[in-house]
RNA sequence: GCCGGUAUCGUCUAGGGGUCAGGACACGUGGUUCUCAGCCACGGGACCGGGGUUCGAAUCCCCGUACCGGUACCA
């Protein structure tokens, strides 16, 4: 039985690159048949929180990665919060000490700090010197009689430590290049190499997948497997995903946090598109797939070596193509949270009113990339309350075709249906009487009613803006620059 | 510095001992339309460098270079 997990640590929101790691494994567990588990690396209390841990949780939820076991819904292997499992991590650490493969350690900090300072200002790299490796019985039982505070280092041995990596192929360590690294800090508390073994063997973990920053840690983990006397998991290094700049995204490159993804508009099922495809592929030509067909396409073998560069553009690509794919029912319920925000919803969009409104979802539609565009690009037509692009009244609004939008007015007023192509055909045999080319008085008519130069179809848009509106934002704009001008 | 990883269009990638090196985003040109978006067509654009191995290397091997990561009593 396949069983993996996402195991962040509560020290910041849900970002991109945590987000893509979560999603393969995810996608893995959902492909094999496994269990996914939600573990929370909050061994740092000083930088871990409650928020952070919510932020996570939230942003995994929008993506729609749902987990067997973790918080909220508990499992075999609870807790499944590192902070909580404290004394399994101080057991094996005395367990180490006990079977001889790890030792006290009692240098300070502050010594610690010096030499390696003093070994980096020749230019040379230091690893742990073994001082305390060094210590006799005798001086470690005065040091324990006067209560010094020691930490638990684990003794490396001698050779290479060598693993398989699903990524990458086989990777080699050599044993001399990794010190002997603290287990158990002087305060009891584990560092994330314990934590971490501990916790997989405990949680019977077959495979890890995690950001190829990890590359350099798992020897040592791989070294901690064996001195419990387990069996390594198989691991996947997966490339980092970086800025435009090629360097680790990070705040500098904007929105770095899922959940900020959300409120830009994006859709989760794109978002999800979007960052499978950063560094995996299924093999063949095809950039759109459903989340079922990412997980019956899913495969480790498909993840490439280098890391991958975070494209916007691309993203924005991937949102359009699903967002046109959605029904206009299922659009306009994704789009509300948005006019709500802007204050442009009213309850009457799902009663009285729906098919219009559905209507207009799905005159719009084709045009926006984001959720949160079509507020802004349907305004004029939600409400009064919108301001006119001076350029375009500039342009389009010109004094000679002031009477004929004036007599356009009119005509509408009295159309006895008012209807798009009855609108087209009205406005159309009027150009003609009056010699004018018919793109003139669209784009007049265009900015006197939504005003602005674009906008979808003309006759659409009016159909959609009612008479009453179309009639008086005519005369309005014709009364507004007659005066101005 | 040391250790590890990676290297195909600007970006994401397919492919992989013999291919016209394929697709997508972006970009350019043209078409469609009342504008914008879209859509359609066309176009420019890549195997990091050097050595091997081989009849043949972008593909396999070595070296170099570049980039990324790690080098903590952070995770």
Redesign the pocket.
Known sequence: MIRVRF???P?GYLHIGGARTALFNWLFARRQGGTFVLRI????A??SSWEMVSGIVDGMRWLGLDWDEGPDVGGPHSPYF?SERLEKYRAAAAQLVAGGRAYY?????ES??QK?EAA?ST??????DRTCCALSAEEVAKREAAGA???VRFRVPEGTTTFA?L????????NA?I?D??V????A?????L??VVDDIDMRMTHVIR???????TPKQVLLYQAFGSTPPAFA?V??I?G?????LSKRHGATSVMEYQRLGYLPEAMVNFLA?????P?????LLTRDELISKFALE?I????????P??L???N??FL?RLPAEEAAARVEPFLRAEGLWTDAFSSTRRAWFLALIALFK????KLDQFANEARPLLTDDFVHDRAAVDKHLQPEILEPLEELARLFEQVDSFAAPRL?ATLRSLAEARGLK??RL??AT?VAVTG?????????TLELAGRERVVSRMRAAVAAVSSSG
């Open positions: 195991a962040p640590s020290t690396e909050d061994t740092d000083e930088r590192q350690c009692y240098c300070t900090g610690l700090r390696r980096e230019g040379a790299g230091w690893t742990y505070p020691r930490a990596d990524v990458h192929g086989p990777i080699a360590f050599p290049v010190e690294f603290v158990l800090r002087s305060d508390q584990p560092t994330y190499h934590s971490v950001g190829d920053d990890h590359i350099s840690n290094h490339p980092l970086l435009p700049d090629k360097k680790r495809l950063l560094g995996w592929s093999g063949g030509d095809q950039e498909g490439s070596g280098g890391n991958a560069v975070f494209n553009e691309k924005d690509w991937v359009q193509q046109q084709p045009r926006i990339r087209e018919p793109a669209i784009h265009r602005r130069a674009t906008s979808p179809g003309l006759f659409e």
